[in-house]
Every structure is written in C-alpha cells, then in structure tokens.
C-alpha cells in the first residue's frame, strides 16, 4: 500500500499532525486556551475522530526506519499498540459525541479521557 517505508512514515505523521492540531483546538477551549466556540469544537473533534483512524495502516513491517520517533516495540507488542489505537479512538467517538452537546463540562471531561489515551501511547511506545 506505500511504495516505500519512508512513505508510510510521511503519511501516518502526516495524520498525527492533523490529528493533533484538531484535537488540540478543543483541548485549547478545555483548558481555556482558547475561547470556547462550539460550533468550532464539534467540527474539530470529528476531524480529530475520523483523522484518528488513519494513521495505524501506516505501521505495517518494515516502516520502523528513517526519521520517525515510532519505537521498535511496536512491532514486538503490536497487541498492545493496537489496544492504545483503540482506546484512543473509543475515547475521540466520545469526545465527538461530547462535542456535539456543546457542553463545555463534558467537553473537559472527554479531552481529559482522550489526552490521556495519547499520552499512554507516547509514553510506552514514542522516544522522545
Ligand atoms: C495533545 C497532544 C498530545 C496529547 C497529550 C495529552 O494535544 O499533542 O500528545 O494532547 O499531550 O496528555
């Protein structure tokens, strides 16, 4: 599916950054960064739900080379990889729907949830 692990590498990054400016829009307004407007965090949290099913069919064998933070465990514990994968987007689905209320208290309560399943992630299985 990707010419080359180089290039898997540039779209499953390219995908976390997309992912990432979204998701941190919201969070922004969780944390009142940034001035909560809710029609801005609905549309953002779907981006950061849907962008946040992409990346993982970019970790395919082979694609642990070049310039990319991804550790070697992931593919000596891919379950476990996967099961982070999942809890994020368990946890992006929620903060969608918590999104859609427009709610900020939910809101809050859904970005801590799904921070903490990135986190998990970074902590175990991205160097620094
Ligand atoms: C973000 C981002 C992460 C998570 C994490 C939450 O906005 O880029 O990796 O939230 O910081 O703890």
Redesign the pocket.
Known sequence: QFAKPADAVEYRQGAFTVM?HH??QV?GMAAGKIPFDAKVAAESAVVAEYVGKLPFAAFGPGTNKGDTKAKASIWTNKAKFDDYASNMQVEMTKLTAAANTGNLDAIKVAVNA???T??SC?DDFKSK
């Open positions: 990432q998701f941190g969070a799904a921070g903490g990135c986190k970074h």
